[in-house]
């Protein structure tokens, strides 16, 4: 059989003794191995055709390896529904046989100055919800190909129930100032800095940003382009404008140290792999935990331990809704938003334009005088009456300077007389006729009876 990343010739496929079905007798990690190969077309870098995207079979590849681990020696025909029970038991655990390295380097010991450290060894790895019910998913479509898997086996699978997230949480600007103070401050942490320099400004995720190719790149141009391999959906490839002096000062940054790290041609990552010490491979991607030790610590030096990567995109995105750009302009500058984060992003919008509506007709109405009610006119027939608004004069800044609960009408007359305002004109805020004619109520000894 050729390996997967094989050129397999054409006349190979239609030969009769090329095995392609997936047997009910082969051992679980033989048809996995068949299932993946059927979904590609072996080697993609001449021509970039298959059937499924990179990513997608990336991520096949991640789930068949976990399975493998628990599945490997198990033919299909006897897999049954317990067993998928006990996966999904260990595998959100991180029990046997999910205890393992998490990183090749954690079986070797090292060496910080004179001292060596031992190895950390195999940790428990357990997975998410979601995750575990993806590689279900990737273990169901193997047997559907083997006709083990129908409507009876459908009906008594239970997938785990997946965890709602809670709507992801943004620096506000004062935190956002701190995390760029603190991750400028020593040359250690400088990637960091313009990592997040950059996601701030273009509302990029981190899967976007390590997608990256330096012929994605146009400095001169101040743009560059989300390739779709990198993009969650076809609606997340898009054009990107640097359209500030930060984000291109950190985009040439980042060009200048990938350019030491040999990333010298246009279908080299701007974001290397790092294969050891001081060694990088261009012609792959930096994986996800690329930068996961510096951030680390540039959390606990900032003191803002729950930010996450990917929640430089949230921070950028919350930052240009609260400046009042429309939410049609943030999504064509974001790409694709969840309807769970439009609801959020929308609620921020909303609050910003009525604190714009505020600033906009502030000062422009005439003040309410103190003590005034709405005439019952204004009330529709089902409305309750309406609350005494505080007896607070604010029609005039002398009557307000002087007259209190204290007050008696005959001090208000001298004084309206003073100031030239005619007693009609205040009766009418005041719903008490005080014409000459006028007295006040039995028992009334001042204006605010």
């Not at 628990?70 to 029990?95: C, E, K, N, P």
């Not at 146009?218 to 500030?244: D, E």
Request: charged share 20%; with cysteine; net charge positive.
């Amino acid at each position: 059989m050729h390996s997967t990343n094989e050129t397999i010739p054409a006349h190979e496929w239609l030969q009769p003794g090329r095995k392609l079905a997936i047997e009910p007798g082969m051992k679980f990690e033989e048809a996995a191995d068949l299932w993946i190969e059927s979904r590609t077309l072996g080697n993609r870098n001449h021509h970039g055709a298959g059937f499924i995207r990179k990513n997608t079979e990336e991520s096949y590849r991640q789930y068949l390896e976990s399975l493998k681990l628990f599945f490997t020696g198990v033919r299909l025909v006897d897999i049954r529904l317990d067993h998928i029970r006990g996966y999904q038991l260990a595998r959100v655990a991180g029990s046997a046989p999910f205890i393992r390295y998490r990183r090749p380097q954690d079986a070797l010991s090292r060496k910080v100055g004179d001292q060596v450290t031992p190895p950390k060894g195999k940790t428990p790895c357990p997975a998410k919800p979601k995750k575990v019910n993806q590689e279900i998913m990737a273990l169901i479509l193997i047997l559907k190909r083997a006709k083990l898997w129908g409507e009876d086996q459908q009906a008594y699978y239970e997938p785990l129930l997946e965890e709602q997230s809670d709507v992801q949480r943004a620096l506000t600007p004062e935190e956002q100032s701190r995390w760029l103070g603190v991750a400028r401050s020593t040359a250690r942490w400088e990637q960091v800095y313009w990592y997040s320099l950059l996601a701030f400004q273009t509302c990029m995720s981190t899967n976007e940003i390590r997608s990256l190719r330096i012929g994605d790149i146009n400095l001169q141009a101040a743009m560059l382009r989300i390739p779709l391999a990198g993009a969650k959906n076809q609606y997340r490839a898009r054009p990107v404008h640097l359209s500030t002096t930060e984000a291109q000062y950190a985009m040439s940054w980042l060009l200048q140290r990938a350019q030491k790290l040999g990333a010298t041609k246009l279908d080299h990552y701007l974001f290397p792999s790092r294969i050891g010490p001081g060694n990088w491979n261009p012609e792959a991607p930096m994986s996800e935990s690329g930068i996961k030790k510096q951030w680390e610590e540039v959390r606990k030096a900032s003191g803002l331990n729950w930010f996450r990567q990917y929640d430089c995109r949230h921070t950028a995105i919350t930052r240009c809704v609260e400046s009042g750009m429309s939410l049609g302009l943030v999504m064509k500058m974001a790409g694709h938003i969840s309807s769970k984060m439009t609801a959020h992003y929308t609620h921020i919008s909303e609050v910003v334009q009525a604190r714009a509506m505020q600033n906009v007709f502030s000062g422009l109405n005439a003040p309410l005088p103190g003590g005034w009610n709405p005439p019952a006119s204004f009330l529709p027939p089902c409305a309750a009456p309406a609350a005494t608004f505080a007896p607070t004069p604010t029609y005039s800044a002398p009557v307000a300077s002087v007259i209190d609960r204290s007050t008696t009408i005959a001090e208000v007359l001298r004084l309206l007389q003073q100031l030239g305002v005619a007693p009609e004109e205040l009766s009418a805020s005041l719903g008490y006729p005080m014409g000459p004619e006028s007295s006040p109520r039995e028992g009334a000894d001042s204006v605010f009876f």
